[in-house]
């Protein structure tokens, strides 16, 4: 059973409002990954981290950033929400290697 | 690089019906493969995955997958179709450091 949490699940929040989408673990997961889906539905990497003090750029260019100071946490902060910004947001984990990974709910966010 | 390619991004069949959803990939490596199922406002689950040996590949609901590495295929089927399979479909390759997923197929199942 995956043991991985997202909070909050929605969110509807003003433009310029500065919000954190939180994401922990519980399997101590060394990669972790945010990806942004729209309702088109295709999946986009946006961040990914390899371990603690590790975070990498993704495939999709964002405007958010993320933070690595524990294995098991991985947060993502928009400094200035956006309407832009409306989407659904997933963060996954996986072990070592290539390996499946483990998806949260997702955290849909609405900026209006 | 590694990538992945579904064809057809939406797919109708017929409760009880055979369910075929097709995903190519491109890899420069044996690559591992996966097939995730997405329910509405949910996360993405696990299906089933391919990494090495046996290229018929069992999955959780019914469903299976083979790979056909001179195809470079990895489609997904199901018997029977059931209501409770409606949902959105991903297939996914692993590459050095990250997960590439397809786009995405949707599965409606006709009562």
């Known amino acids: 059973e995956a043991d991985i949490y997202q909070t909050p699940r929605y969110l509807v929040i003003g433009t310029g409002k500065k919000i954190t989408l939180e994401c922990s673990q519980t399997?101590?997961?060394?990669?972790m990954y945010w990806y942004q889906q729209d309702p088109g539905m295709e999946l986009h990497l946006i961040h990914y981290?390899?371990?603690?003090?590790?975070?990498e750029k993704g495939d999709l260019s964002s405007e958010s950033t993320v933070s690595r100071i524990r294995t098991e946490h991985f947060p993502l902060t928009l400094e200035s929400a956006r309407p832009s910004h409306t989407s659904q947001y997933l963060c996954?984990?996986?072990?070592?290697?290539?390996?499946?990974?483990?998806f949260g709910q997702g955290t849909r966010l609405t900026v209006v | 690089a590694q990538s992945v390619t579904q064809l057809g991004s939406h797919v109708s069949v017929s409760e009880g019906a055979l369910v075929l959803l097709r995903c190519n990939y491109s890899?420069?490596?044996?690559?591992?493969l996966f097939w995730y199922v997405q329910y509405p406002n949910q996360g993405l689950q696990l299906l089933l995955k391919?990494?090495?040996?046996?290229?018929l590949v069992k999955g959780i609901n019914g469903f299976e997958a083979e790979f056909k590495k001179s195809e470079t295929s990895f489609h997904l089927t199901k018997p029977s179709a059931h209501m409770s399979d409606a949902a959105e479909y991903f297939c996914?390759?692993?590459?050095?450091?990250?997960?590439?997923f397809g786009s995405g197929t949707r599965l409606s199942i006709r009562p």
């Open positions: 996954a984990s996986s072990e070592e290697g290539f390996t499946e990974a483990f």
């Open positions: 399997m101590g997961h060394d990669k």
């Open positions: 981290s390899y371990g603690v003090n590790s975070t």
């Open positions: 890899s420069s490596v044996p690559p591992y």
């Open positions: 391919y990494t090495t040996g046996a290229t």
């Open positions: 996914a390759v692993t590459s050095a450091s990250k997960i590439i």
